[in-house]
């Protein structure tokens, strides 16, 4: 195994201008894949807290026995992709509110009588948290008998979750374009090197080199200059992020934004390598029909 | 290696054909090599020496007949095993057949490398077979840099690093001058004497003459005749 990094090394060393072309090119696919992973990842997680914060709020009617109100709660949380049913009641509504409006507080002791509505507050399941689907629960939610009214809003989270669709799409297409890229450049450096070594090749063949000792370097070219061009990109990508967060910080400001978690950074890196190994793959499959 | 037991042949041809497209190199060729035997194909340029030696390591598949090695019949042998069969050979080739690129130690440590020698005992092998054919000096230079004669001494030093079984010789002394060809020779017989099937194809019948042994002898144009000589006066 050593060995054979070894050998790979002395080739990559002895092309080094094809192989580091190769590698930036590399380091410049992954960069840009990285960057659509980055911001998929801090756009879902701002979308999961946000759809979190989702709720249909189901005002009743005035005049229910507390009996029909019950009814109604189950019949709520009987319906698919109803998660959690809480009731609040117009006095608990009125203490919200209450501290809500700290300021002018005293205002709402002049009232006689509570003019809130008893509400139902119903949080989707996890599984269901989609807009169509929370738009169906909302209309259906709001034909109910004993409901006179649903508020659910959040018109433009709606159009933000369809627009991160359509990145997320984009982004998918264009990574996977650009992971193909990098294994036919790569796939494309190990075929000039394995045509100027055909010779060799062929020697090393009739002195009895099996075609996993011909074969292993070039392979490991390509797993190292994944490795290398993947590297060189998640690192170009960290550094970016740094600098973009500090330059947030100097001007007060935060950036609500984390790096790729380890795993995904982790993934990145085997993909980068999965890729240069196709890549090699490609080209021996091509250039060395055994013999 | 084998220790030497005359009269069990190592390599036998049953009516081998050999045709390149329409060109016929070999036509029926049958013989037995005994194991440890010294001995020499011979006959003019173009009469197919170089054929039936690669028919021997597969460099080559016969057209047609059977070649038997060391008990591995050629015809079956799957391809992966085919590495097996060629690390039984030292082969020195017509052309050298020399890296270009890589120094002469390389050159001859890639075969041993290629074999799964431990690093250390290949860097000994090495060392002593450049000191044996006179090349240690060089052991840095490329193989374009040095002369023909050089080239020649480090394509032996190459066939005999991995003390193989049989040693295939084409033309060995063919750019070397008397005294540099003597000294492969009995390098040559140095190897068959502690126990190698030693095969060497020559046109050069003054050296067979000095060497004595059988000979193979392939008539003009490769065509139709393969025969046995007996021994000649050293
Ligand atoms: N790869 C090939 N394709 C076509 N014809 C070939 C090939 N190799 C050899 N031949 C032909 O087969 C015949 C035998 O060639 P071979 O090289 O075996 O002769 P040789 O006895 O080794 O000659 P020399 O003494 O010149 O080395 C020649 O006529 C040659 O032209
Ligand atoms: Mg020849």
Known sequence: MIRVIHRALKDMWANRFLNTVTVVTVALSILIVGAFALFFVNASALLSLWTKEIRIMAYLEAEMTPEAVDRLGLQMAGMPGVGDVRFVSKEQAMERLRQGMSEGSALLDTLEENPLPDTYEVHMAEAFRNRDRFELLARRIGGLEGVSEVEYGKEWLSRFVRIIDLFRLTGLAMGGLFFLAAAFIVANTVRLVLYSRRDEIEILRLMGGSEGFIRGPFYMQGILQGALGGAAGMGMLFAGFRFVADKVAEGGGFLPARFLPDEMVLGILMGSMAVGWIGSYISLRQVLKAS | ?234
């Open chain 2, 1 to 234: 290696m084998a220790p030497a037991d005359s009269g069990d042949p190592i390599i036998r041809l049953f009516h081998v054909h050999k045709r390149y497209n329409a060109k016929k190199a070999l036509l029926d060729v049958s013989f037995e090599i005994s194991r440890n035997e010294f001995l020499f194909v011979s006959g003019p340029s173009g009469a197919g020496k170089t054929t039936l030696l690669k028919l021997l390591y597969l460099g080559e598949t016969a057209s047609e007949g059977q070649i038997i090695i060391d008990g591995l019949n050629l015809s079956r042998i799957p391809r992966r095993r085919v590495p097996f069969l060629r690390r039984k050979f030292g082969i020195i080739f017509q052309d050298y057949k020399l890296i270009p690129k890589k120094s002469v130690y390389d050159n001859v440590a890639i075969v041993l490398e290629a074999r799964g020698a431990p690093r250390k005992t290949i860097r000994k092998k090495v060392r002593s077979v450049l000191r044996t054919v006179g090349m240690e000096e060089k052991r840095r230079a490329l193989p374009p840099s040095l002369s023909g004669g050089e080239q020649q001494r480090v394509a032996v030093a190459r066939a005999i690093a991995g003390d193989p079984q049989i040693i295939l010789a084409d033309e060995p002394t063919g750019s070397l001058d008397a005294e540099s060809a003597s000294v492969i020779f009995d390098l040559l017989r140095e190897y068959h004497r502690r126990g190698a099937t030693v095969l060497v194809a020559t046109h050069d019948t003054a050296l067979i003459r000095r060497t004595g042994g059988r000979v193979i002898l392939l008539e003009d144009g490769g065509l139709d005749v393969a025969t046995t000589i007996p021994r000649l006066p050293a």
